[in-house]
């Protein structure tokens, strides 16, 4: 069954350093997403993207958040400076043309210090 | 946006069947009923969807009563691996794109020996 892989599966980064996610979405899926959730939360949305284009982004993801499509096959996260509030589960998610269901990666621990 | 209320916290016991509600009284026209399961550290998984009446796969059924102001999420005879956070969320479809979601608390259901 394809699925949406991410990696590293956990990360530990100093406050104020950048950190990459990355993901691969499954491979004829259009549609891509970020999602976090801090210990104990809500999932909560960040971005979807299509096309090479930011669709929608939450109010969370700020200046701070940037995302890139760098080949056919991965899609990353990148977080400038990071904060301590920006410890959480990182999910990828990704879906198809006229799909109604979003495909969940394992996430990403991003651990802040 | 229509806002859905689901209990925190429900308990069963293996072989049993488990019954889910979820209110959602605003919920509009066009909106979808949809159903995620999470287990702890890992993304969300995709249950099942309805619009109306009943639908069911080969996991669970969603019951969606006329006029769509709740739905229940019916688990056949649940084992220890059915212990998950079950997630309802009503949201629009966009014909071709499935849009953000929103996740709300969830029902943290804990099914026992």
């Known amino acids: 069954e394809p699925e949406v892989t991410q990696t590293p599966s956990h990360q530990v980064t100093q406050m104020g350093q950048e950190v990459i996610l990355r993901c691969v979405p499954i491979s004829n899926h259009l549609y891509f997403y970020w999602y976090r959730q801090i210990l104990g939360q809500k999932v909560e949305f960040l971005v979807s993207f299509y096309n090479n284009e930011i669709s929608e982004k939450s109010e969370i993801f700020d200046d701070q958040f940037s995302v890139e499509r760098p080949d056919g096959s991965n899609f990353t996260l990148k977080i400038r400076s990071t904060k301590l509030e920006d410890s959480a589960m990182y999910f990828c998610?990704?879906?198809?043309?006229?799909?109604?269901?979003?495909?969940f990666g394992q996430g990403t621990r991003l651990t802040v210090v | 946006l229509a806002k859905t209320t689901q209990p925190i916290s429900m308990d069963s016991y293996e072989g049993q069947e488990v019954n889910i509600t979820c209110s959602h009284n605003n919920i509009a026209t066009n909106d979808y009923i949809t159903w995620y399961q999470q287990f702890p550290s890992q993304g969300p998984r995709f249950i099942i969807q309805g619009y109306k009446t009943k639908v069911t796969n080969e996991v669970a059924s969603l019951f969606i009563p006329a006029d769509r102001k709740s739905s229940t999420l019916s688990l056949p005879r649940v084992s220890l691996s059915d212990t998950a956070v079950y997630y309802c969320?009503?949201?629009?479809?966009?014909?071709?794109?499935?849009?953000?979601?929103?996740f709300g608390r969830g029902t943290q259901l804990t099914v026992w020996p």
């Open positions: 969320l009503v949201g629009e479809n966009r014909g071709s794109t499935l849009g953000r979601l929103y």
């Open positions: 998610a990704s879906s198809g043309e006229g799909n109604t269901e979003a495909f």
